[in-house]
């Protein structure tokens, strides 16, 4: 591999590149196996002013947008990472979108996490949130849409390394 053998640093810290595999980590294809997906990383789930009176949420600032937080209702938290997965699958697959595919029915809130990050060389705290999705029998259409989640993230700011899930 191209890698192997190269430095890599992560801040002040130096690493050597021993092996580099691909691995890639698939939902089960069976229709009758329950599954279980684990936020390996919180999910951030940002909320726009447009939909605030439509949650009830009244920031205490005058944000851009706010970070999802267990203050604020479920459904805040689900309907806005149904729309922000389907939209990425969408774009990627230059498919027309489906109208209102539930994808998220079952899920427990695990916790709440601020994360410290600079951006842009300014320092913010990042809100996101940990949880387990639990899936009955689910089609092919939405082990798809599922599936690309489970390669690329859910929720936002997936390239900055939050979102991962992993299978329980």
Not at 12 to 18: D, H, Q, S
Not at 124 to 150: A, C, K, M, Y
Request: aromatic fraction near 14%.
């Amino acid at each position: 591999m191209a890698h192997q053998g190269l430095p890599i640093r992560l801040g002040r810290m130096a690493f050597k590149v021993e092996r580099v595999e691909h691995r890639r980590v698939m939902l089960p294809s069976s229709a009758l196996e329950e599954i279980v997906l684990t936020s390996g990383t919180p999910i951030v789930v940002r909320i726009p002013p447009y939909r605030w009176k439509e949650y009830g949420i009244q920031p205490r600032k005058g944000y851009r947008f706010v970070y999802w937080r267990n203050e604020y209702t479920p459904t805040a938290f689900i309907r806005q990472l149904e729309e922000n997965l389907l939209k990425k699958y969408c774009e990627y697959f230059s498919a027309k979108q489906e109208p209102e595919v539930v994808l998220f029915e079952k899920l427990r809130f695990r916790k709440q996490v601020a994360m410290p990050l600079r951006m842009r060389g300014e320092e913010t705290t990042v809100i996101g949130t940990l949880w387990n999705f639990h899936f009955g029998p689910i089609d092919e259409g939405r082990r798809r849409i599922l599936q690309f989640g489970l390669d690329g993230g859910f929720g936002e700011m997936n390239s900055l390394g939050f979102g991962f899930m992993n299978i329980e």
